[in-house]
């Protein structure tokens, strides 16, 4: 049984950083890529990073390039998020999501979730 379990959330004002971890469990992830997915109110899921842990290979929206860093701890079973330069518009719930093989952006494309966690963004 995968289990996904995000922490690291908060409230941060305009500018300030998080970072995101995501526990993984349940098997050995090595021919995984593993994402974060965020969702705002009224508004659809949406890809956020991925990271892919065999070769370290990752994949950005164009959103949050150049603010966000997406990274593992192989030892730890263990994917990150830094989150700099927050703006409001990056309030939502984040999810870590799992799928084997290589990274894809579509939503429906992975088969495992983790319960997200709420990241709030405001002065």
């Known amino acids: 049984q995968v289990q996904l379990v995000e922490s690291g959330g908060g409230l941060v004002q305009p500018g300030g950083s998080l970072r995101l971890s995501c526990a993984a469990s349940?098997?050995?992830?090595?021919?995984?890529?593993m994402a974060w997915f965020r969702q705002a109110p009224g508004k659809e899921r949406e890809f956020v990073a991925a990271?892919?842990?065999?070769?370290?290979?990752?994949s950005y929206a164009d959103s949050v390039k150049g603010r966000f860093a997406i990274s593992r701890d192989n030892a730890k079973n263990t994917i990150y998020l830094q989150m700099n330069s927050l703006k409001p518009e990056d309030t939502a719930i984040y999810y870590c999501?799992?799928?084997?093989?290589?990274?894809?952006?579509?939503?429906?494309?992975?088969?495992?979730w983790g319960q997200g966690t709420q990241v709030t963004v405001s002065s």
């Open positions: 999501a799992a799928r084997r093989y290589g990274i894809r952006t579509w939503r429906y494309d992975y088969n495992y």
């Open positions: 349940g098997r050995t992830f090595s021919t995984y890529t």
């Open positions: 990271i892919n842990w065999s070769d370290g290979s990752t």
